[in-house]
T-cell receptor
């Protein structure tokens, strides 16, 4: 069966520091991968998605970037964090082919002070 | 892009009551999912239901794609049903199969 991992689970970082959040998926090949952010309140916003290694699409211009160095690894980064980067970051995957259902990881709660 | 509206935004129930949550969307969809976000933030998949009706225990869902809405039914609610319920859709022609989320319904079930 497929599983998705995210780490760290929680993170407290000072303003101006770098960021690296990691997401890995097991049990599937060539998945679509997604980064979402949930800020204060309830809505989830798509940040990046990837349909293959090295292929990244950005949905919202911002202080963050994403990379996919391996088939089942998706990394969210920042060179200098802002206060507004605080939030709950969720990684998701969807299988290749006609299966459209997305599955989410446990999330990383980021606080920028 | 596609718009998703959920109602009601907040719902308070007594244990044992039934409820209906609604999701309206503005365009044709390839995918519609219902999620429950638990107190730890994990999004739990409830239904993948771009059309038709499905049931899973006390929960069921119906999507009427031609009329652009979906309903989530919770029967005999329990305190563990508390949390936020999200509807998310993928519009037809959306590249990358990305989901657009509604703002959610905050459900509180009191004992």
């Amino acid at each position: 069966s497929q599983t998705i991992h995210q780490w760290p689970a929680t993170l407290v970082q000072p303003v101006g520091s770098p960021l690296s959040l990691e997401c890995t998926v097991e049990g599937t090949s060539n998945p679509n991968l997604y980064w979402y952010r949930q800020a204060a309140g309830r809505g989830l916003q798509l940040l990046f998605y990837s349909v293959g290694i090295g292929q990244i699409s950005s949905e919202v211009p911002q202080n963050l970037s994403a990379s996919r160095p391996q088939d089942r690894q998706f990394i969210l980064s920042s060179k200098k964090l802002l206060l507004s980067d605080s939030g709950f970051y969720l990684c998701a995957w969807r299988g290749a082919g006609g299966i459209l259902e997305q599955f989410f990881g446990p999330g990383t709660r980021l606080t920028v002070l | 892009g596609i718009q998703v509206e959920q109602s009601p935004p907040d719902l308070i129930l007594q244990e044992g009551a039934n409820s209906t949550l609604r999701c309206n969307f503005s365009d044709s969809v390839n995918n519609l999912q219902w999620f429950h976000q638990n107190p730890w933030g994990q999004l739990i998949n409830l239904f993948y239901i771009p059309s038709g009706t499905k049931q899973n225990g006390r929960l069921s869902a119906t999507t009427v794609a031609t009329e652009r809405y979906s309903l989530l039914y919770i029967s005999s609610s329990q305190t563990t049903d508390s949390g936020v319920y999200f509807c998310a859709v993928e519009g037809r022609g959306t590249s990358g199969s990305r989901l657009t989320f509604g703002e959610g319904t905050q459900l509180t079930v009191n004992p």
